[in-house]
């Protein structure tokens, strides 16, 4: 099926791995944490080879930290595990992309994303996305994109007796397999 030409409206579901770290400047103590994601989306045609293609999708993310001992971070999503605490944060995701569509198959994705954190907190990230995706036979997908916030992730945290820097955002990478049911 021909998905990137179509004149007609497509949802479908997806979902893949997440790649997720903690960016900040300088001596970053942040490691990147493997997780999930998983939700639907449409396909809007526009004109031409454009096409709009909003999704709404449950995302798993956090990070890595590498320190002995953390202060004043008062959150029952961080897990000691010997000097390694992981910080776990649910979002849900509204990505609003266009797709430019090379071929029949090929598309290169670009738009903008916000998330709202699910997990306990009120923290909204916001942030630019590029991918890149391709469409296989059968109403099948495969989709690898790209994303930089730009909200800082912590406002008045200490590790280390350091005050963390308020120029610290989320990173993601995710791999994701769709399906269109319609």
């Known amino acids: 099926m021909n998905r990137a030409n179509a004149q007609d409206f497509n949802m479908g579901i997806k979902g893949g791995l997440n790649y997720s770290k903690t960016i900040a ?32 999708l449950y995302s798993s993310q956090g990070t890595k930290i590498k320190y002995a001992r953390l202060e004043n971070f008062d959150s029952p999503s961080v897990n000691q595990n010997d000097d390694v605490f992981v910080a776990k ?42 991918g890149v995706g391709i469409d296989l036979p059968k109403n099948f997908s495969i989709q690898f994109r790209s994303y930089l916030g730009v909200s800082n992730v912590f406002r008045k945290s200490i590790v ?17 397999v769709g399906y269109v049911i319609f």
């Open 25 to 56: 400047p300088g001596d970053d103590p942040f490691s990147a944490r493997t997780s999930f994601h998983a939700g639907v989306f449409a396909e809007i045609p526009l004109r031409g080879k454009f096409s709009f293609h909003p999704e709404i």
């Open 89 to 130: 944060a649910e979002f849900l995701l509204i990505p609003l992309i266009t797709r430019f569509n090379f071929n029949q198959n090929i598309s290169l994705e670009l738009g903008p994303q916000i998330g709202f954190e699910v997990s306990g907190g009120s923290f909204i990230d916001y942030g630019p996305t590029l």
């Open 160 to 176: 280390e007796n350091q005050s963390l820097s308020d120029k610290i955002y989320y990173g993601l990478l995710q791999l994701s």
